[in-house]
């Protein structure tokens, strides 16, 4: 085959032909099966065509390791696909939605497949591999205790995939997001930001006050209530980062005290003869924000939601953009990395350790700060006793299952997002099955990740020094 030819195999050909082949097989099959079924069946034959008849482009892999690259491709299309039909299917009909989504994976598998660096792959099936023993772990729980697993399963996903559902998930995956990334600057530091939870709440309670008490032109209310956010967030985490640097104190103890103060100045403030008034007969909180601070929703009739998305998820995304560009594209982000990596090899190439702690801290406290905004400006538009709480622990076992990487955290966001209102379901059922499974599932994922990235770490590394050796074989035999 000539250059020419195996470039436009590698190009838009190589992907547009496997996505109409998936799209023609799924057409075809959807007479005798269900949607989904075709779908699957669609894409992964086109996957398995690719493979055969168009160049990889791919380097020379051990035998494991191409396993691993080509498992991680073909689930990422299947995916991929499911996803894209899955979300067409709210508002076209299923045969439309269904062959758009065969396309979408008979593209993305074999892209993937020629693009994904092979410690990519390595870090995909440990996810894969975590979730799957978790779900393994909740059902032999449940079947232990006579509960019927594939049943108590398929009842969440039939209740987790309903248009209310999926708004529900996705506007909790958005604050769920930005404690993650929260959590994860700290952790790219070797920093264990843990008072994740007393900075929001705190940042979200007097947020709320500055934005109750005055009107203002609406972009420049909004803009106000976000930037005291993360001021008040960014200053909480900055104490100990400074405590680090001058007195020695760690920063898990630090934050954990700082937790347990942010929660008494939060009870203290919080009372009608300060920053609070009443809102009802049980309950009391700042004073509402006008709609000129309000952040309006995104509708959802399309879906058939009856709930909006929050407007600020735009926010997590951009949160989610300058966490990557801050690290892989700027000079502090490499500092940082640095630091994080080794403090005693950075401050000999000319690094202040002691101010990226502190800078690292602090920024880490800033994106904090934002967790509770989506939901008051977009939803709640006041602090009251009744304000979402937990949510920076919950952030902890998020960064740790996404890897600190933000694409990674967005997907453990959703799904954990995912896992607690599927279970809202649970408790109707007859007789009702305990919705704490949920958590039992959260717990071992985060548990089993752990276990499972250091044995695929090591592989890796081992993938690593053969590479390596076979470059220098080479190149000793050329010389």
């Known amino acids: 085959m000539t250059n020419t030819a195996t470039g436009f195999l590698r190009g838009p050909y190589g992907v547009a032909a496997p996505a109409l082949l998936a799209a023609a097989v799924t057409v075809l099959l959807d007479f005798a099966l269900l949607a989904w079924a075709a779908l699957l069946i669609g894409a992964a034959a086109a996957f398995i065509a690719s493979l055969w008849l168009l160049p990889s482009g791919r380097p020379a892999e051990p035998a494991g390791m191409r396993v691993v690259v080509t498992a991680s491709a073909l689930a990422s299309g299947l995916i991929a696909g499911l996803l894209t039909a899955a979300v067409l299917d709210l508002w076209l009909i299923e045969a439309v939605a269904y062959g758009i989504g065969a396309l979408a994976g ?19 099936v440990a996810v894969a591999a975590a979730v799957v023993l978790s779900l393994l772990v909740t059902a032999v729980l449940l079947t232990a205790t006579g509960v019927d697993a594939l ?17 529900k998930v996705l506007n909790d995956g958005t604050t769920f997001y930005l404690s993650a990334v929260a959590v994860a600057i700290g952790f790219k530091m070797k920093l264990f ?30 803009v106000v209530v976000i930037v005291v956010a993360v001021a008040v967030g960014g200053m909480w985490a900055g104490i100990a980062g400074y405590l680090k640097v001058t007195r020695g ?18 009870a203290y403030l919080l009372h ?25 929703g995104i509708p959802t009739g399309f879906m058939g939601a009856n709930t909006e998305i929050y407007g600020l998820v735009f926010l997590a995304i951009a949160v989610g953009v300058g966490y990557w560009v801050l690290l892989n594209r700027t000079r502090f982000g490499f500092d940082l990395r640095a630091t ?39 939803y709640s538009h006041h602090y009251a006793q009744d304000f979402p709480a937990g949510l920076g622990f919950i952030g902890i076992g998020i960064a740790l299952l996404g890897r600190n990487h933000p694409v990674g955290i967005a997907l453990a966001a959703l799904f954990w997002a995912f896992l607690n209102q599927s279970s809202q379901i ?33 592989w890796g590394r081992r993938y690593e020094q053969q590479l390596v050796g076979a470059e220098l074989g080479r190149a000793g035999v050329s010389a």
């Open 151 to 167: 049943f108590t399963f398929s009842q969440m996903l039939g209740y987790g995939v309903q248009p209310d559902s999926l708004v």
């Open 426 to 458: 649970l408790d109707f059922q007859d007789p009702p099955i305990p919705k704490e499974i949920a958590v039992v599932t959260q717990a071992t994922i985060v548990l089993t990740v752990v276990v499972v990235y250091e044995v695929v770490h090591r």
């Open 106 to 124: 008979g593209a993305v598998g074999p892209l993937v497949h020629r693009r994904i660096p092979a410690t990519l792959a390595l870090a995909m």
């Open 272 to 296: 009608t003869d300060r920053l609070a008034v009443e809102l009802g007969t049980n309950n009391i909180g700042t004073k509402p924000i006008p709609e000129s601070g309000q952040v309006p």
């Open 249 to 266: 104190v760690s920063e898990v103890i630090s934050t954990i005290m700082l937790n347990s103060i942010a929660t008494g100045i939060t």
């Open 193 to 222: 930001n843990i008072g994740v939870d007393g900075q929001y709440r705190l940042a979200a309670l007097l947020a709320a006050a500055v934005g109750g008490q005055w009107v203002l032109p609406p972009v420049v209310h909004q």
């Open 340 to 378: 994080g990596m080794s403090a005693t090899a950075a401050l000999a190439s000319g690094v202040n350790v002691k101010k990226m702690v502190v800078w690292s801290m602090v920024i880490s406290g800033g994106v904090a700060g934002l967790v509770g905004v989506p939901q008051l400006l977009g």
